[in-house]
């Protein structure tokens, strides 16, 4: 049976993000040396997601393929927990921290670049990986809600389990500062310790409400039209 169109589009966004992972750790950046390597920086954090969140996807797929017509009921029980997983992954990290790299990321930057990108990374980073990091994030997400129906967790628990996730970033973050004096993002240099606690509380209500934009977002495209059914 031939792939359909939206199995062909993970295999190559998958692809892409291999790609991107590969040229990103051959960059010869001096930050890549210091503690923590490239697992500081939030946008390498979102890269790893979204590669694993898509080799779910891709895993499924082929596992869908493989197991069609079989009547292996434990088959269909191992394929029933990836799926689940895949769901969660796409609404509690996929959707929520991709969106949120991508917002944060071009909002600081059209501020003032220097605050979160220096102009010194163009002599590193070429433009069409910072847009593979930083830009084509979105739609390949987007793309992945729109051709899959996702199940959400409830609300209280997604969002639970993304302010986890906020949470031991920016512990991540201070141990990182606590252990080598600097801080990961320029930013968090130039803003006073009471600012920093607001921004990073700022930061959590961000990602919180891309949670939520992301359960809304999906169903509003999988939810069927209401039709009146008798009594």
Not at 158 to 178: D, E, K, N, P, S
């Amino acid at each position: 049976m031939a792939l359909i169109p939206s199995q062909v589009l993970r295999v190559a966004i998958l692809l892409s993000y291999f790609s991107i992972l590969c040229h990103y750790k051959a960059l010869d950046m001096p930050a890549h040396q210091t503690y923590g390597g490239s697992w500081k920086f939030l946008t390498f954090i979102d890269l790893v997601i979204q590669a694993v969140f898509f080799g779910l996807c891709v895993l499924i797929d082929v596992s869908s393929l493989l197991t069609k017509g079989g009547d292996s009921r434990e088959q269909e029980r191992q394929l029933r927990k990836l799926i689940g997983l895949r769901d969660w992954m796409m609404a509690v990290l996929a959707f929520p921290v991709g969106a949120f790299v991508v917002f944060t990321f071009w909002s600081l930057y059209l501020y003032d670049r220097e605050l979160v990108y220096p102009k010194l990374l163009d002599n590193f980073i070429p433009q069409w990986l910072n847009h593979g990091m930083h830009t084509t994030v979105l739609p390949f997400i987007i793309i992945e809600m729109r051709t899959t129906h996702h199940r959400y967790p409830s609300r209280l628990w997604g969002l639970a389990a993304v302010c986890c996730f906020g949470v031991g970033y920016i512990l991540w973050t201070c141990w990182v500062h606590q252990v080598t004096g600097v801080w990961v993002y320029p930013v968090l240099e130039r803003i006073a310790p009471v600012a920093r606690v607001a921004f990073f509380s700022a930061m959590m209500a961000v990602i919180g409400v891309f949670y939520v934009l992301g359960e809304i977002l999906n169903s509003y495209i999988w939810e069927k039209p209401h039709t009146a059914t008798p009594m």
